[in-house]
């Protein structure tokens, strides 16, 4: 699992940091493509994945498929926990979030929209 949320979050930041993107929105982008994916190996454990970073009207969109039906669903964390805020991390850092089936019908493609900062480079 490490390697495949550290891969996921060089390619974000490579793919912002080339697009011209400040540190605060690089940041806060790898912070959601890590619990996204995190999220997506958890339920799809031993199988691929395939990540995209792409622009939507300046703002970046981070998606993830996996081939599993299984939904990422919220939890209420004790203090304690190790895990289980993904999804509110992802909340709390992204303008919208969603699920959508992919278009081959297998797995699920689970999508975050960052804010468009200010001082966003022209695209």
């Given at each position: 699992?490490?390697?495949?949320?550290?891969?996921?979050?060089?390619?974000?930041?490579?793919?912002?940091?080339?697009?011209?993107?400040?540190?605060?929105?690089?940041?806060?982008?790898?912070?959601?493509?890590?619990?996204?994916?995190?999220?997506?190996?958890?339920?799809?454990?031993?199988?691929?994945?395939?990540?995209?970073?792409?622009?939507?009207?300046?703002?970046?969109?981070?998606?993830?498929?996996?081939?599993?039906?299984?939904?990422?669903?919220?939890?209420?964390?004790g203090?304690?926990?190790?895990?289980?805020?993904?999804?509110?991390?992802?909340?709390?850092?992204a303008?919208?979030?969603?699920?959508?089936?992919?278009?081959?019908?297998?797995?699920?493609?689970?999508?975050?929209?960052?804010?468009?900062?200010?001082?966003?480079p022209?695209?």
């Amino acid at each position: 699992m490490d390697s495949s949320v550290s891969l996921a979050r060089e390619l974000v930041r490579y793919a912002l940091l080339n697009w011209g993107y400040g540190r605060d929105l690089i940041d806060d982008s790898t912070v959601v493509m890590s619990e996204i994916v995190t999220n997506a190996v958890e339920a799809a454990r031993g199988h691929l994945l395939r990540i995209r970073v792409a622009l939507d009207n300046g703002a970046p969109v981070l998606e993830c498929w996996d081939p599993s039906p299984e939904l990422p669903r919220a939890s209420a964390a004790g203090l304690d926990a190790l895990s289980g805020r993904g999804l509110a991390i992802i909340a709390a850092y992204a303008k919208d979030t969603g699920i959508r089936p992919s278009a081959t019908g297998h797995g699920k493609i689970v999508w975050a929209l960052m804010p468009v900062p200010e001082n966003a480079p022209a695209q």
